[in-house]
């Protein structure tokens, strides 16, 4: 609680012989380590959560513990305050040891005060608080400023134990301090300080609180608490100006839609996801302001309001612990001890990928490019102030050692809280949070300062990857000596003991005294030095198979091939071209130009010696940990591709099904082909000896396909693949007899990016859906596309998706139904009524002949009917086309696309869709909290699902399904299979002029056909 002066004697004393005899009793056993990790530091309770003397939690009814209940004058104490008290411990400092710099930022302590009694100390003790400190005697009591940083010092050889109570006060306790002692103001106390003696008969009941936090904070509450932040701000030096209004601006739109919001739900379940989002949406405007304001306590503003305010703001759990869960609750993660983890339900952290790197070598530009996997997902910028929140890991707390942390850093508590502080942040490309659903989350995560702590952040993410990204020295160094010079990136303003032109800046290396008083471009080059020989010497305790190296000269120069690479390495998707290039990353000074370090030629060149030997380590270092993996990797999609038993089930590419599936597929002859544009897959299913085989081949943003038993036609980002199937290759694949199609590619036409989307066969025509364009199309060996077709609302051919076309249907071998989200006429203009906007259409009539639906995709004839899919609806329905009149035949548990028939079965694709901009307001995200992605098999005549196959992981969304007929393990070989260099298809007039030995020769087989 901040206070009007640094510490208050308060006019009560105790006796301290007494204390020191009752807490004489406990054991070590009963002492808990301190929750921030405090050397030499612990605690034992006598207030806590639900009085368990073992759980330090700030939340819930603060109850006595048996702790207390044996030390009679410890209560007595207690009540002579005449106030309510919340969680009470002594906390023990040992001798020669300290609490390190702090603040109280927590909304816990925003609203209490912290009283002291001094019960085992000595003269040398000094408890510091801002600028002032004092010795508190024993027996004494105390109150200070927790809004300042403080620490305690005991360099004695003596335990130091105070009696430590938190209490939002009384109107008795507060006239205590009203007339209490204030020794750096020279006030003394207005009254003689009262000795409390111990009274033996003495019958006590502690008032102790039961309401800590709010369940969902009022607007008011928010105002006092945001208060004090912003009058702090406005009297500490902002630097820029735009960082102290954007804060105001952003916290004033906040808590104007908060109070939008409690009009509306107050405190009722169904406006807490609504709220969520309001708190996810202030962190995000917050984000580019972390730490570029000091409050005069030295705190950073950003840090305050989300510790103080928005973390404290929504509170589900309190109806969890009394058994009353909301459904749509968000995930929230109760502050405490490390058996306190999540809920139970809430999702994983599934291999972390770590990027750690030397600062100024492009991390940021690496780590916002690989965000745009549709599986990564990030906190949206660096973890500095989620790690060094932790005051144990704060190097202000540390004598300003360095940013180096190991293992020995990383104890339970601490892994707890940031295992759980990542989870909470943690969003997809889209925005949507990684708490919205229960699967195995990919993080990403890059900060410079990660480069000195890999053995902390590997005992933290046990399971972790890493891609080491190094640069050039010349060019690194010429990056980090304009850093330093452009003030931007000043980490430690005041470090104790720096003397220098320029403000420290970037990580703290350890021996940076070394470097006080030094050229900026010894200090630089000291710095990248450092920086890799640490991180060099921490990588090469990890197995070479987990990490991946890359150059900054690699990835600027193809960003999309190096993209790739790393997003195979860590097994997540890439769906993007890249087609307009890298934009500038946040913290870029100027843009990148190869040359640009020639501007500091004459002070590299006294230093670009000193780097040679590291530059050497660096380079092979990455030879050998780049050789280790891409082998790895290849195992990996191989198992993963195979289908292969053992393999991990949680791997991005995993699915499981239903037990008849394989035989289903087995018995009717027919392998599923299904493309997913989210993940970069063509997915084949297929029957093998009673168990179902899935193999996944990467491609560009995959999406609309047309396949029989002899081609298959795949529209990706900005082309068409063409592949022919050629029985007499499969012969040659082992092993041997398993394959009866192979499909090898035959030509590709280039499109440019249309969007593409459902493709029929009509002959040896192909027809295709131009979303981008609203045009059905054919091919040419011309252009890009020919228009056939446009519905006649949509007035133009230009590139704006007006209506979004998307489905087509053929009748009697000719394009005859299609499907459109909208009817608009304007770019974008189908998204205004994407709920119920939607039409079927038939082509020759130009007339709509159901319409009012919501997201139709896939229209298929089929034994005499017109089907269609409303995946907005998620379901599958009958048109009668005389009446327009639809009628559902199935409810399934996704959204429905893509759909293939064969027999008395659909085979239709579900996705799960998050309830993104594109998604938000369709029926089915208010009919189904939890969407599934896979195959659905639903028996047309009954309804009834008869099958599945469930995607896990990576794979979340299915766009078109497709059925091979009379094929039952089909294989389509990748453009770099050797197969395809020695494999023929000629005219069968030119194969007679083939000599028969030619014809008959065995061709070269593959190191692998089924990779």
């Known amino acids: ?445 890059k900060t410079p300062k990660n480069a000195l702590r890999i053995p902390f952040m590997h005992k933290v993410f046990p399971n972790a990857i890493y891609i080491y990204l190094y640069r050039s020295a010349r060019e690194n160094i010429s990056s980090m000596m304009d850093a330093w010079r452009s003030g931007r990136f000043a980490t430690y303003p005041d470090l104790p003991g720096w003397e220098g032109e320029h403000k420290w800046s970037l990580l703290l290396t350890p021996g940076w005294q070394q470097l006080s008083g030094k050229p900026v471009e010894e200090i630089a080059a000291a710095q990248w030095i450092k920086t890799h020989n640490t991180m060099l010497d921490d990588l090469e305790q990890i197995p070479a198979e987990r990490i991946c190296a890359v150059s900054y000269e690699d990835f600027i120069a193809d960003p999309l091939e190096q993209s790739k690479r790393l997003c195979r390495f860590a097994g997540v998707g890439w769906d993007q071209s890249l087609e307009s290039g890298l934009a500038l990353s946040r913290h870029t000074l100027t843009k990148p130009d190869p040359d640009k370090w020639k501007k500091n030629e004459t002070e590299l060149k006294q230093v670009l010696d000193s780097t040679s030997e590291t530059s050497q380590r660096i380079a092979a270092f990455a030879e050998k940990v780049n050789q280790a993996n891409t082998a790895a990797t290849q195992q990996r999609m191989q198992a993963v591709a195979r289908g292969q038993a053992g393999a991990d089930p949680n791997a991005p590419l995993a699915s499981v099904h239903t037990s008849n599936l394989p035989n289903m597929l087995q018995q009717a002859g027919f392998t599923i082909l299904a493309t997913t544009y989210q993940a970069g897959r063509l997915i084949v299913a297929r029957p093998d000896n009673g168990k179902l085989n899935t193999h996944f081949h990467m491609f560009s943003k995959p999406m609309g396909m047309a396949a029989d038993r002899s081609r298959i036609a795949l529209g990706t980002t900005s082309e068409i693949l063409f592949y022919r199937n050629m029985p007499n290759v499969a012969q040659k694949l082992q092993p041997a007899g398993r394959f009866d199609a192979c499909f090898l590619p035959r030509n590709s036409h280039v499109t440019g990016d249309i969007d593409i989307h459902e493709m029929c066969w009509a002959g040896k025509q192909l027809w295709f859906i131009n979303t981008r364009f609203s045009t059905l199309c054919s091919l040419d060996s011309e252009n890009s596309f020919v228009p056939r077709w446009r519905p006649p609302f949509v007035t133009a051919l230009a590139p704006e998706d007006r209506c979004h076309l998307n489905g087509l249907c053929l009748v009697n071998g000719k394009p005859k139904f299609v499907t459109a989200l909208g009817t608009a006429d304007t770019p974008q203009g189908w998204r205004e009524r994407k709920a119920d906007g939607g039409v079927l259409m038939d082509i020759d009539s130009n007339e709509i002949i159901c319409e009012g639906l919501s997201m139709p995709h896939s229209p298929r004839w089929y034994q005499g009917k017109l089907w269609v899919l409303e995946s907005g609806n998620g379901s599958l329905a009958q048109v009668d086309i005389n009446t327009g009149k639809l009628e559902t035949v199935a409810l399934l548990p996704g959204f429905t696309r893509g759909i293939s028939f064969a027999g008395d079965f659909a085979f239709i694709g579900l996705s799960q869709v998050r309830e993104s901009a594109i ?34 992981g990576a794979v979340q969304e299915i766009f078109a399904v497709e059925l091979l007929p009379g094929i039952r393990f089909p294989e389509i070989l990748e453009s770099s299979n050797k197969l395809i260099a020695n494999s023929y298809v000629l005219p069968d007039q030119a194969m007679q002029d083939v000599p028969k030995v030619q014809r008959a020769k065995t061709t070269p087989q593959p190191e692998s056909a089924d990779a």
């Not at 959560?49 to 939340?59: E, F, S, T």
């Not at 405190?267 to 995000?284: N, P, S, T, V």
């Not at 939890?930 to 599945?948: D, L, M, P, Y």
């Open 919 to 952: 998604f938000s307001g369709i029926p089915i995200t208010k009919r189904l909290k939890e969407r599934t992605c896979g195959v659905w098999v639903v028996n047309i005549k009954s309804g009834q699902i008869a099958g599945f196959i469930k995607f896990q």
């Open 1 to 445: 609680m901040k206070l009007d002066t640094e510490f208050y004697q308060l006019p009560l004393r105790f006796d301290a012989a007494r204390l020191r005899e009752e807490i004489a009793q406990f054991t070590d056993e009963d002492w808990c380590p301190h929750p921030q990790g405090f050397k030499g530091n612990d605690a034992l309770l006598l207030i806590a959560a639900n009085g368990n003397p073992r759980d330090d939690a700030l939340k819930g009814p603060m109850l006595p513990t048996p702790l207390l209940k044996k030390c009679p004058y410890l209560q007595q104490v207690l009540a002579s305050f005449n106030t309510i008290f919340g969680r009470t411990r002594l906390m023990r400092i040992a001798d020669h040891a300290k609490v390190q710099r702090h603040m109280d930022a927590n909304y816990y302590w925003h609203q209490r005060v912290r009283v002291h009694v001094p019960i085992q100390t000595c003269d040398e003790v000094r408890f510091h608080c801002g600028d002032q400190s004092v010795n508190m005697a024993e027996g004494e009591s105390w109150i200070f400023d927790t809004w300042k940083q403080h620490k305690v010092e005991n360099p004695s050889d003596f335990t130091r134990i105070h009696l430590v109570a938190d209490t939002v006060g009384s109107a008795r306790f507060w006239d205590l301090v009203e007339n209490a002692a204030q020794p750096h103001r020279d006030i003394p106390a207005k009254t003689e300080p009262q000795l409390i003696e111990f009274k033996p008969d003495l019958k006590l009941n502690l008032a102790t609180e039961t309401v800590n936090a709010p369940l969902v904070m009022s607007p008011w509450e928010q105002d006092s608490v945001m208060q004090p932040i912003l009058d702090d701000m406005h009297a500490a030096d902002p630097g820029p100006a735009e960082h102290a209004e954007a804060i105001e601006q952003a916290t004033l739109r906040f808590r104007q839609r908060w109070r939008t919001l409690w009009s509306r739900f107050g405190m009722r379940q169904e406006g807490f996801q609504a709220y969520d989002e309001a708190r996810k949406g202030l962190m995000a405007a917050l984000e580019p302001h972390q730490n570029q304001i000091a409050l005069p306590n030295g705190m950073d503003p950003v840090s305050l309001i989300r510790q103080g305010m928005v973390e404290a703001s929504l509170n589900p759990d309190l109806l969890k612990a009394q058994g009353n869960t909301p459904a749509n609750a968000p995930a929230n993660i109760p502050a405490g001890r490390p058996q306190q983890a999540r809920q139970q339900g809430a999702p994983k952290l599934d291999r972390p990928i770590i990027v750690v790197a030397a600062p100024r070598s492009g991390s940021t530009l690496l780590f916002e490019t690989l965000a745009k996997s549709p599986n990564i997902y990030t906190i949206g910028g660096e973890s500095h102030y989620m790690i060094e929140r932790i005051d144990k890991l704060n190097p202000e707390n540390r004598d300003f050692e360095s940013n180096r942390l190991t293992g020995e850093d990383a104890d339970p508590q601490t892994i707890h809280t940031l295992r759980s502080s990542f989870l909470g942040r943690l969003h997809d490309r889209n925005g949507n949070s990684a708490t919205a659903h229960n699967h195995p989350v990919r993080m990403l995560e």
